[in-house]
């Protein structure tokens, strides 16, 4: 699997679409973002995850679940609650968070996985 | 709703999540993708789309459609067959593609949607 990409089983599974815009100045969020990436990685049905942000500041992070108990752990962790009422006060002038159960999945350029 | 952002109705519908690396050089990229994005918005049952690119070249695109029809009609239109052939073979050193069924959505700083 190439650098930046969810090594994620044959579906199905869920995804975590979050969607967010950032404000202006750090605020603190570099290093928060960076722990939680890696707790999200540790949390127990983790399958991984991809982010990317663009210079605009919008950026979009999918995390990958095997199902919806691990999400709901996930949601109700204690540092990533103190880091999403961070999000809302400081960080992000909007988001959108979507939860997704994965039917169909393909790779490329290689050719398709499934 | 803010710039950047899908105006999606309320859940169930799907997302066609698009994770790739770009290589290096344009090769006609930036100007694909822009035709791609306008013309992915005029497809039946398209409800929107996110996209994000890092500096790194790793990028995230959402698109979120109505229903699996409508994602397989995009899929089979002409003008984005020719982009899928460029991207296999110019683009991207690696791609995932994930179909899922949004099934809850939230959105925020303001306050929970749904």
Same mark, same amino acid.
């Given at each position: 699997?190439?650098?930046?990409?969810?090594?994620?089983?044959?579906?199905?599974?869920?995804?975590?679409?979050?969607?967010?815009?950032?404000?202006?100045?750090?605020?603190?969020?570099?290093?928060?973002?960076?722990?939680?990436?890696?707790?999200?990685?540790?949390?127990?049905?983790?399958?991984?995850?991809?982010?990317?942000?663009?210079?605009?500041?919008?950026?979009?992070?999918?995390?990958?679940?095997?199902?919806?108990?691990?999400?709901?752990?996930?949601?109700?962790?204690?540092?990533?609650?103190?880091?999403?009422?961070?999000?809302? *006060? $400081?960080? #992000? =002038?909007?988001? &959108?968070? @979507?939860?997704?159960?994965? *039917? $169909?999945? #393909? =790779?490329?350029? &290689?050719? @398709?996985?499934?």
């Amino acid at each position: 699997m190439a650098d930046g990409f969810a090594a994620t089983p044959e579906p199905p599974y869920y995804a975590v679409i979050f969607t967010s815009q950032r404000g202006p100045g750090d605020q603190g969020y570099e290093a928060m973002a960076k722990a939680m990436w890696e707790l999200a990685h540790q949390q127990p049905g983790c399958l991984g995850a991809e982010t990317a942000r663009g210079a605009d500041g919008l950026g979009i992070t999918v995390a990958y679940f095997t199902d919806e108990a691990s999400i709901g752990a996930w949601k109700q962790n204690g540092q990533h609650l103190s880091a999403q009422r961070f999000g809302k *006060e $400081r960080w #992000y =002038s909007h988001y &959108e968070l @979507r939860v997704a159960k994965v *039917e $169909r999945a #393909y =790779s490329g350029p &290689e050719g @398709r996985r499934g």
